[in-house]
């Protein structure tokens, strides 16, 4: 991880006139719209800075959550850009990752500022008891899945799985890295073990209407996704080359 800063708004002319003033100052900055469209750029990059959008609490607390539970995101310093009218919402996501809030009329001395004052201190890596994503909401003291305000009955397995899809959330593994990775290590299971645990992890999200959010990924093994299209042969080749150590 280098100096590399991330920047993802919806705004074209401030992502443009964000890069020009970091840029003038040395620092390395990629663009993205949003999120979803950053997810693979943003693992490859494994910036040191994101600045993220404030869009809604819900929202962004699941978009910083995703980003510390993401291996090549965890220890990224998160600085949000919010509304003025907003800021003091925005302020509260510091309680769950955030390391700072920029309004949106800001000055470019003001944005290098708080960007070298962010590079001063030592990033932060946090294992959240609670996780996010879309719908669900993942506690790991409870060690329950939540659906809303629903529980979903999963079995120790299932959930390890589901933890690990959602602290992956958008990268593919095989079904021996699963094993790997979601398995305890003294147990012994083979492949189809992970086509079994997968299934019954679809059926009991089916009734949540979530199912769709474990993706196979032909040819390879699975993916956790809040997109509901399917993988493409180029995303998946992309998917592999980044799960391999």
Known sequence: MGDTIFLIHDSKPLRETTRKYLEDTGYVVMLANDLPAASSRIDAAAPALILLQWTDAAATEAAVGQLKAGQETRASRIILIAAEDAIGAAIAALEYGADDCLTVRFTAE??????????????????????????????????????????????????????????????????????????????????????????????????YACDHMIQTVRGFGYRFSLEERAIGARQVAAAAAFSRP
């Open 110 to 207: 003001e944005l290098v500022g708080r960007v070298n004052a962010c590079f001063r201190r030592p990033p932060t890596v946090t294992r959240r008891d609670r996780i996010r994503a879309g719908p669900l909401l993942l506690d790991r003291v409870a060690h329950r899945l939540f659906v809303s305000e629903d529980c979903v009955e999963l079995a120790p397995t299932e959930f390890r799985l589901i933890e690990f899809f959602i602290e992956h959330h958008g990268r593919a593994f095989s079904r021996q890295e699963l094993l790997q990775h979601a398995w305890p290590k003294n147990v012994k299971a083979g492949r189809r073990t992970v086509d079994v645990n997968v299934r019954r992890l679809r059926q009991a999200l089916e009734p």
